[in-house]
């Protein structure tokens, strides 16, 4: 079994999604083993997006992720990390992305891309250390 960190992004939040998202997690056979609605510090948005640093949408990046309330989530399960990056769909909700995943079906942008999950067991155990230090 594998745990992943899943961001319910401002977008995401603000649209109302995050009964939508859970619920995918949940019918996937995943199991939410945190869950908590917060406001983003600067400081912890530059860490998460550490590997970032740099390129040109960083600042944006920041400035979305900080500009409203994120839902984070610690998911656990068999493959945890590859399965709901399966349910997310690829970072492009258009041109990558396809129908029935959460991208595919409600996004349209790719800095408005509603969700995130850690990319490998390494980004995971660092994400999930960055959002529940007490987990
Ligand atoms: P996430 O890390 O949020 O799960 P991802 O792994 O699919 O997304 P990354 O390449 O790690 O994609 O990019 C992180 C985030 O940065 C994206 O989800 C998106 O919000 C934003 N982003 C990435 N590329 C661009 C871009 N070209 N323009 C604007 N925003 C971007």
Redesign the pocket.
Known sequence: TERTLV?V?PDGVQRRLIGEVISRIERKGLDVVALELRTVPRELAEQH?A??DG???FG??LE?ITSGQVLAAVVEGPRAIAAFRQL?G??DPVEKATPGTIRGDFGLE????L???S?SPESAAREIKLWFPNL
Do not use: I, S
């Not at 790719?110 to 891309?113: A, G, S, V």
């Open positions: 961001l992004k997006y590997e970032h390129k040109p949408f944006d990046l979305f997310a690829g970072t790719t800095q408005y891309n969700v995130h999950g990319d």
